[in-house]
């Protein structure tokens, strides 16, 4: 399995923006599928974005479609959520996952590895 670790998130009010770096040990990173998911509290965790790991093709959840751009640098081990136009419902913590020539699917289930999730809050 990889090893994750995100990094990125803050505090900030509505319209603004934040880049999240998910950090990926191992030296097969541009083997797996990356994905990022959200939970709020009281709430389960739900998808954001995916990019798979051979066509780069990139997936996103309607809630965050033409807002949100996933991308990633296997040079770095590194992928990216860019967070533009924020809004209040955006709040939660971000996890970052991976699964080896994913992503299979959209769902928690679906990823094998997970990192332990950035606090991201974003104010009206």
């Known amino acids: 399995q990889v090893q994750l670790v995100e990094s990125g998130g803050g505090l900030v009010q509505a319209g603004g923006s934040l880049r999240l770096s998910c950090a990926a040990s191992g030296r097969t990173f541009s083997m797996y599928g990356m994905g990022w998911f959200r939970q709020a509290p009281g709430k389960e965790r739900e998808f954001v974005a995916a990019i798979s790991w051979r066509t780069v093709n990139t997936y996103y959840a309607d809630s965050v479609k033409g807002r949100f751009t996933i991308s990633r640098d296997n040079a770095k081990n590194t992928v990216y959520l860019q967070m533009n136009s924020l809004k209040p419902e955006d709040t939660a913590v971000y996890y970052c996952?991976?699964?080896?020539?994913?992503?299979?699917?959209?769902?928690?289930?679906?990823?094998?590895?997970w990192g332990q999730g950035t606090q991201v809050t974003v104010s009206s």
């Open positions: 996952a991976a699964h080896p020539r994913g992503p299979v699917g959209f769902r928690s289930g679906d990823f094998g590895s």
